[in-house]
């Protein structure tokens, strides 16, 4: 298993709230990526629909495939806006020339920017968002910022120096397993925990281009569609360790079932997890219904406090806490 996904959030405006408080969130608790604020962690998310993007069609020779990298993109971001019970929506916008990251009035989807690369070799690709710290601000697009967490700019580049492929199975690296992982972090999720979820933070052996319960549970609490495709509930609860509250525990429900909940979907089953936050609380939304079991397990590999880095950041924390066994119930 190699570490291969990264993803970067850069922060508009530096703004360090030191007195931090932990109402509950006002999304789901788990898997977005989160801006701190003297209200709490923000879950990050687009404020407006559809959520537009611009491609560099230009590739190198790292690129194999028959397929057309607009093809690819297309293909990656329609994975997320089918899913069920969302209302996310994005569009291909102009195409872009620009050949670096910034935050500015495009979304850029590149394959020939060099980023940061050449400090993080192994890295396939990297999604550099901006997001709004405070309200009333300059949104860099004509208009002023709305609330905290709000993303600005999102930018996806792929490493021009590593090895890809167009065509789903070729010999080189899956660019669309590559791009669906990146495009969740585009609209605002971190990584999870759940081996079988696209934003599981390393690549599969095999190409992965279809999203699991997880992924549909996160970008489903990040855009609710009004009208849900599937009856969904929330489990919560409380993880605690000789009676004091767990903080960054990862707690999944499993089903016990051979269910497919999301029939006329293309989704994987997979188990539905949520990170306990600073008083132990747990919150895993987009449940469907179904037998359970509910499983709490440090982070403590194959994914780590280096891969939701920015989990225990946003609630005033070095580090999610692993000094306990798993424990089912
Ligand atoms: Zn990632």
């Known amino acids: 298993m190699n570490r291969t996904f990264l993803t970067t959030t850069a922060i508009a405006a530096a703004a360090i709230i030191a007195m931090i408080?932990?109402?509950?969130?006002?999304?789901?608790?788990?898997?977005n990526d989160f801006t701190a604020s003297n209200a709490g962690p923000q879950p990050d998310h687009w404020a407006a629909l559809p959520v537009q993007w611009n491609l560099n069609p230009a590739r190198g020779g790292n690129i194999q495939g028959s397929r057309s990298v607009a093809d690819v993109i297309q293909a990656s971001f329609n994975t997320w806006t089918g899913a069920p019970n969302t209302a996310l929506s994005a569009v291909r916008?102009?195409?872009?020339?620009?050949?670096?990251?910034?935050?500015?009035?495009?979304?850029?989807?590149c394959f020939v920017c060099n980023g940061d690369f050449s400090s993080e070799a192994e890295t396939l690709a990297v999604t550099i968002t901006t997001t709004a710290t405070s309200v009333g601000d300059s949104d860099g697009r004509g208009g002023t910022t709305q609330f905290v967490g709000?993303?600005?700019?999102?930018?996806?580049?792929?490493?021009?120096?590593?090895?890809?492929?167009?065509?789903?199975?070729g010999a080189n690296q899956d660019m669309q397993t590559v791009a669906t992982h990146e495009i969740g972090h585009f609209f605002g999720l971190d990584h999870s925990a759940i081996v079988r979820a696209i934003m599981f933070p390393f690549t599969p052996e095999t190409a992965n281009t279809t999203l699991s319960y997880d992924d549909v549970g996160a970008i489903s609490a990040t855009y609710p569609k009004g009208s849900p495709d599937v009856?969904?509930?929330?489990?919560?609860?409380?993880?605690?360790?000789?009676?004091?509250?767990?903080?960054?525990?990862?707690?999944?429900?499993?089903?016990?079932?051979?269910?497919q909940s999301?029939?006329?979907?293309?989704?994987?089953?997979?188990?539905?997890?949520?990170?306990?936050?600073?008083?132990?609380?747990?919150?895993?939304?987009?449940?469907?219904?179904?037998?359970?079991?509910v499983t709490a397990e440090p982070?403590?590999?194959?994914?780590?406090?280096?891969?939701?880095?920015?989990?225990?950041?946003?609630?005033?924390?070095?580090?999610?806490?692993?000094?306990?066994?798993?424990?089912?119930?």
């Open 21 to 31: 408080l932990y109402p509950p969130l006002p999304a789901s608790s788990h898997l």
């Open 93 to 109: 916008a102009a195409d872009s020339s620009a050949t670096a990251a910034g935050f500015n009035t495009t979304n850029l989807i």
């Open 150 to 169: 709000q993303i600005l700019d999102a930018d996806l580049l792929f490493n021009p120096n590593k090895n890809f492929t167009t065509d789903i199975g």
């Open 231 to 259: 009856a969904t509930g929330v489990i919560s609860g409380a993880v605690r360790l000789s009676g004091s509250p767990v903080f960054g525990a990862h707690v999944f429900a499993d089903s016990q079932t051979t269910a």
């Open 262 to 293: 999301f029939s006329g979907f293309n989704v994987r089953k997979s188990p539905i997890g949520a990170m306990s936050l600073p008083d132990g609380t747990y919150s895993i939304t987009g449940v469907p219904a179904d037998s359970y079991l």
């Open 299 to 329: 982070l403590d590999l194959p994914v780590t406090n280096d891969d939701v880095s920015d989990f225990p950041k946003a609630f005033n924390k070095t580090a999610v806490q692993t000094n306990f066994n798993t424990r089912s119930h």
